[in-house]
């Protein structure tokens, strides 16, 4: 199978956020990750399989509300099958801590890491791995 380029592994981070950012239910992103494989890490923890990618999810969704994504960088730091691109994005959100009386806002520029491979049935370029790798916080900013 070809390589991962640069402008897929773009448009599969931007779609991956979007989705995010819209709070679609969890089975949308089975067309866009390795169910069987997909690895999420995030401040220290390491989640495998679609469950766990579920539970993660869900715990997103609970916690972070009007999300915003915003990509300012793609990079391909490693080439060929799988490819690692590293995602540098603002991200924006609102959460609510029970039973605190206010929400707090959420304003960080965020690295994460993802690892595409293509899906052997359809060629597509699928996500094997999102992993957070740097966080840093706006000043004032409520953090996770």
């Excluded at 069987?36 to 869900?58: N, P």
């Excluded at 801590?97 to 370029?125: F, K, Y």
Aim: net charge negative; glycine share 6%; charged share 20%.
């Amino acid at each position: 199978m070809d390589e991962i380029t640069l402008e897929e592994a773009s448009a599969l981070a931007t779609h991956f956020y979007r989705l995010m950012d819209a709070h679609v239910p969890v089975d949308t992103y089975l067309s866009l990750i390795d169910e069987e494989h997909i690895i999420v890490g995030h401040g220290g923890t390491r989640l495998e399989g679609w469950s766990a990618f579920q539970r993660w999810y869900d715990g997103v969704l609970r916690a972070c509300f009007d999300q915003v994504h915003t990509i300012d960088e793609v990079t391909l730091v490693e080439s060929g099958m799988p490819a690692t691109a590293r995602i540098v994005a603002r991200w924006q959100a609102v959460k609510w801590d029970p039973p605190a009386a206010r929400t707090e806002t959420i304003d960080a520029v965020a690295t994460h890491h993802l690892v595409i491979s293509r899906d052997e049935g359809t060629g597509e370029p699928v996500v094997n791995a999102y992993l957070m790798t740097n966080v840093q916080y706006a000043p004032g900013s409520a953090q996770l």
